[in-house]
């Protein structure tokens, strides 16, 4: 019988889900790519999660008893031991126990994590070879998701539910704020908050070209970062209102938590690439306390959408070693 000696690691987002086929010497393999359904509920979710990894196995003619564990990230909070997914609002799923249904395909042992953290687990790992102690990553997509490192380690709070910064109250410039007029973070600067705001002006006819490079009806990362590079006056001014909002929220942060590293990733960022970075970096600069500012790196990651996959590495020896 052949050794149990790849890993399989799930991205599972807010329009897509993205299986990876990893060797025993870290490196990805094979990768399958394909939509996300949220509306079709949980369980049509967890057919498609199972035919990915089917399509991944039969890909590259590796047997499930060659397969030591899967690794998923989920866009949402989620209870790595119960395996509990209580709330994912991007998928319309809550209590829904993800991991039990997933065991009913396949006899290998399944690891889940809050998408953003396992990304943060493959960043550490991958991109700062552990030697990071204090560390925020955000992921900038369909919502905002955040992690939290301290002292090197992976915080995930008391109901493992730590870095839920999307859900965070601010008012329209990035300030915390609990009144009645503010909004969650991801509403105000997520790519639905971004798209939402620029339809809402197409509505009323302002000009853009941001439609030119638009396919399938949808506005997504690539077509904001061509009409962003572009300067399209509308989707430049959106898009930089966002990324205050960001860096602002980040510099409160920074304040509270004294954090040394700040990791920027996810669609958006992915597509634009570090010409985020000065907005962020300026807005950042004006909410945080001096003193912590300038101890603050502020970064895109170099992984990409490839940031989770290694992540589910990481993942696997912490719970099996």
């Not at 829904?96 to 687990?121: G, H, M, T, W, Y």
């Not at 839920?164 to 503010?182: R, T, Y």
């Amino acid at each position: 019988m052949k050794k149990a000696e790849y890993i399989i690691t799930i991205d599972l987002g807010g329009t897509k889900i993205l299986s990876a086929l990893l060797n025993s010497k870290n490196e990805i393999i094979g990768k399958v790519k394909q939509p996300t359904d949220a509306t079709k509920g949980a369980n049509f979710i967890v057919e498609c999660i199972v035919e990915s990894i089917k399509k991944l196995l039969s890909k590259n003619d590796v047997s499930e008893k060659e397969i030591k564990v899967i690794s998923m990230g989920v866009p949402g909070t989620v209870n790595p031991i119960s395996g509990i997914l209580t709330n994912a609002p991007n998928l319309g799923i809550s209590n829904f126990n993800i991991r039990e249904e997933l065991q009913k395909s396949f006899d290998i042992p399944v690891l889940l994590e809050n998408d953003v953290n396992l990304a943060a687990l493959g960043i550490k790992k991958y991109e700062f070879n552990n030697k990071v102690n204090n560390m925020l990553v955000v992921f900038i997509g369909t919502g905002i998701g955040g992690a939290l490192i301290f002292n090197g380690n992976m915080y995930r709070g008391s109901s493992y539910f730590a870095g839920e910064i999307g859900m965070m109250k601010v008012n329209k410039n990035g300030d915390l704020n609990p009144k009645k007029n503010s909004k969650i973070f991801e509403d105000l600067a997520s790519r639905t908050a971004v798209v939402k705001r620029i339809e809402k002006k197409l509505e009323l006819g302002k000009k853009s070209n941001i439609l030119e490079f638009v396919k399938n009806g949808k506005i997504k990362s690539s077509a904001l970062a061509k009409s962003y590079f572009s300067n399209d006056k509308l989707v430049v001014k959106e898009i930089n209102k966002s990324f205050e909002i960001i860096g602002s929220v980040f510099g409160s942060i920074a304040s509270l938590l004294d954090v040394d590293t700040i990791v920027v990733g996810g669609g958006v960022v992915e597509a634009m690439g570090e010409q985020v970075l000065p907005v962020v970096q300026k807005s950042f600069s004006k909410a945080v306390v001096k003193e912590i500012g300038k101890n603050v790196k502020i970064v895109t990651t170099n992984l990409g959408d490839d940031a989770p996959l290694y992540g589910g590495i990481a993942l696997a020896e912490e719970f099996l070693n």
